[in-house]
């Protein structure tokens, strides 16, 4: 947290909301992954799930720094 804090020069508020953000996002993928397993079948949401997550990581290249 320092090295983004410090080097990055993100601010403490705006990262707490990154992180906040990303809990409840957890929580909300941790209650949809029983319905996604019964509907889709369990290999078939692992798959989509590392689709999404696949997907997510190609946009990391994007971001840019708080400034």
Avoid: C, D, W, Y
């Avoid at 080097?7 to 909300?28: Q, R, Y």
């Avoid at 692992?46 to 971001?63: E, F, N, R, S």
Wanted: glycine letters at 18%.
């Amino acid at each position: 947290m320092l090295f983004v804090v410090n080097e990055h020069g993100f601010k403490p508020g705006p990262l707490g909301v990154i992180f906040a953000v990303g809990g409840i996002s957890s929580f909300v993928g941790a209650l949809l992954a029983r319905r996604a397993a019964e509907t889709l079948g369990l290999v078939r949401s692992m798959v989509a799930g590392l689709a999404v997550a696949g997907v997510g990581l190609m946009l990391v290249p994007m971001a840019h720094g708080s400034g």
